[in-house]
């Protein structure tokens, strides 16, 4: 039986619901990656306190977005509330 090395470092990061839905209905208008990371961390689309932490949240929800194919994303654009956080767990996990 092989052992599996349990990792805490999900711990570090946020659940993020708000900062993903935000991304999320950015792709769905058709927003392309680099339209996206410059309107993040130039209009400051968190509210993050410093340029390097916009930076670094954009980095955390763009690789949970980039998961996500066209139907996963029509289906959390038309979802309730529930089912759109189990997808932003689901893409967090995956």
Same mark, same amino acid.
């Given at each position: 039986?092989?052992?599996?090395? @349990?990792? %805490?470092?999900? !711990?570090?990061?946020?659940? +993020?619901?708000?900062?993903?839905?935000?991304?999320?209905? /950015? &792709? #769905?208008?058709?927003?392309?990656?680099?339209?996206?990371?410059?309107?993040?961390?130039?209009?400051?689309?968190?509210?993050?306190?410093?340029? @390097?932490? %916009?930076?670094? !949240?954009?980095?955390?929800? +763009?690789?949970?977005?980039?998961?996500?194919?066209?139907? /996963? &994303? #029509?289906?959390?654009?038309?979802?309730?509330?529930?089912?759109?956080?189990?997808?932003?767990?689901?893409?967090?996990?995956?």
């Amino acid at each position: 039986m092989v052992e599996e090395t @349990y990792s %805490a470092g999900l !711990i570090s990061q946020s659940f +993020w619901f708000v900062e993903m839905k935000k991304v999320i209905k /950015l &792709i #769905d208008e058709g927003k392309s990656e680099e339209e996206i990371k410059k309107m993040c961390i130039d209009e400051n689309l968190f509210g993050a306190a410093k340029e @390097y932490r %916009a930076k670094r !949240i954009y980095g955390y929800i +763009w690789n949970r977005a980039k998961r996500l194919d066209k139907t /996963l &994303i #029509d289906l959390f654009c038309t979802s309730d509330l529930a089912t759109q956080k189990v997808i932003n767990l689901i893409a967090s996990i995956a």
